[in-house]
């Protein structure tokens, strides 16, 4: 039909950003939402270490080790 699904990555990284929002104004500690999507991710300190734990569980059961996808797929703007 010519729109985004609702899964992409663009739906998904504008539903958080205004749950971040909305959480910002409730705890002022919060801090600035990220504009670029490769960046919230990197801030996003608990994603980041169960992905770690993700990857590493592949390698503890023989599994290989995780794809990784180019970076250029996960710098895009947020434009909400």
């Given at each position: 039909?010519?729109?985004?699904?609702?899964?992409?990555?663009?739906?998904?990284?504008?539903?958080?950003?205004k749950l971040h929002g909305k959480l910002?104004?409730?705890?002022?500690?919060?801090?600035?939402?990220?504009?670029?999507?490769?960046?919230?991710?990197?801030?996003?300190?608990?994603?980041?270490s169960v992905k770690q734990q993700l990857?590493?569980?592949?390698?503890?059961?023989?599994?290989?080790?995780?794809?990784?996808?180019?970076?250029?797929?996960?710098?895009?703007?947020?434009?909400?």
């Amino acid at each position: 039909c010519g729109s985004p699904s609702r899964l992409c990555k663009h739906m998904f990284f504008t539903r958080w950003a205004k749950l971040h929002g909305k959480l910002s104004t409730r705890v002022p500690s919060h801090g600035e939402m990220p504009s670029v999507y490769s960046e919230a991710k990197l801030v996003a300190q608990t994603y980041q270490s169960v992905k770690q734990q993700l990857f590493k569980a592949f390698q503890k059961a023989g599994l290989g080790t995780w794809v990784k996808k180019p970076p250029e797929q996960d710098q895009f703007l947020l434009t909400v």
